[in-house]
């Protein structure tokens, strides 16, 4: 009771990315709170499920595994998690800001009354006082995203509704292995206990899923462009510098905006977060909505023809002048060097 679940998004019997960052997280919060970090798989042919996910540290996995499961629709998954919310009472509950997530995500929480954080960045246990009523309140989550289109971060508590959920994408939370023998208890869900056959009344006749068309969030190399890159024309530069790096394009939300790159690339608050080991940023300003998508990126290398732009204070290297100068340089030398 009052642990820490997180639901585990499957994809053809594989937990997605953003369910093992969240475990990472969960596994976190839970330690920091005393309590178990529980999860929750629905799905068909969830066998090897346990295997994957019980080395994050999970105490207890619930599974729900059927072949009517074998697709998510909404209704059989939000009846069973809240069926199963009412009866094991978690005090914080986790799923990914994913097209799943975002759907899931409200109804559960509009069917137990517990309010719900969208698109956080970051999660942290702390203490709350209302200012109103001076009231006092231990260990609440602090359930921390930009607002106000990213001018400012807020910091989002529930004080009294349980579970505290919120909803997170994926790459803002590390994903780290606690331990490769951890193991935890598995408990079966009696799907006729919590599902209706009316819920089931929407079945997947044929599903089509297009791949990506970029690897963005697992490039090891990202170089991105910004609204400073000055035309469609200039961003082929950016195409020829990541080809001789082995590396992904990406953009701002500006230069996306502007017609020069599809959105498929647009890195930030309402993009892709990224964490690579190296980030080079050409002509982008660095607002708060771009910095929410990669802050995290191992070294950032900045060209930007604005000395005072706000990126060049959190790049590890700054260069000064413009793409049509600079880019061209940095790809003859790599092509020489790279012989």
């Known amino acids: ?101 975002r759907d899931l995500g409200p109804r559960v929480s509009s069917a137990l009354f517990s309010g719900l954080t969208a698109d956080c960045t970051s999660l942290e246990i702390g203490d709350y006082t209302d200012a109103k009523s001076g009231k006092e309140y231990k260990n609440l989550l602090y359930q921390i995203r930009p607002a106000f289109g990213g001018n400012i971060v807020a910091t989002i508590v529930n004080p009294e509704h349980r579970p505290q959920m919120a909803t997170v994408r994926e790459g803002v939370m590390k994903k780290e292995i606690l331990d490769a023998d951890y193991k935890g208890e598995i408990k079966r869900i009696d799907i006729d206990k919590y599902v209706s056959s009316t819920d089931f009344v929407v079945s997947v006749l044929e599903r089509q899923m297009e791949k990506g068309k970029n690897n963005l969030k697992n490039s090891p190399i990202i170089v991105s462009g910004g609204y400073g890159v000055g035309s469609k024309e200039n961003f082929q530069l950016l195409y020829d510098l990541a080809k001789e790096l082995h590396a992904e394009v990406g953009a701002s939300r500006a230069a996306v905006d502007a017609g020069w790159v599809d959105h498929d690339r647009q890195i930030g608050q309402t993009g892709v977060t990224v964490r690579p080991k190296l980030y080079i940023a050409c002509g982008i300003s660095g607002q708060i909505q771009h910095l929410a998508g990669m802050q995290e990126s191992g070294i950032v290398i900045s060209v930007n023809s604005d000395p005072d732009a706000p990126i060049n204070a959190v790049a590890d290297y700054v260069i000064t002048g413009t793409v049509e100068d600079v880019l061209p340089k940095l790809i003859k030398y790599f092509k020489k060097n790279s012989k």
């Open 1 to 101: 009771m009052n642990n820490v679940v997180v639901y585990l998004e499957i994809e053809e019997g594989v937990a997605a990315d953003v369910s093992l960052e969240l475990l990472t997280k969960g596994r976190k919060l839970a330690t920091t709170l005393g309590v178990q970090l529980e999860a929750v798989a629905i799905g068909s042919g969830l066998d090897k499920i346990p295997a994957q996910v019980m080395p994050y540290g999970v105490d207890t996995l619930y599974v729900a595994d059927d072949k009517r499961l074998t697709f998510y629709t909404s209704l059989p998954h939000t009846s069973i998690l809240v069926g199963l919310f009412k009866d094991i009472e978690p005090q914080i509950a986790l799923m990914g800001a994913t097209s799943t997530g």
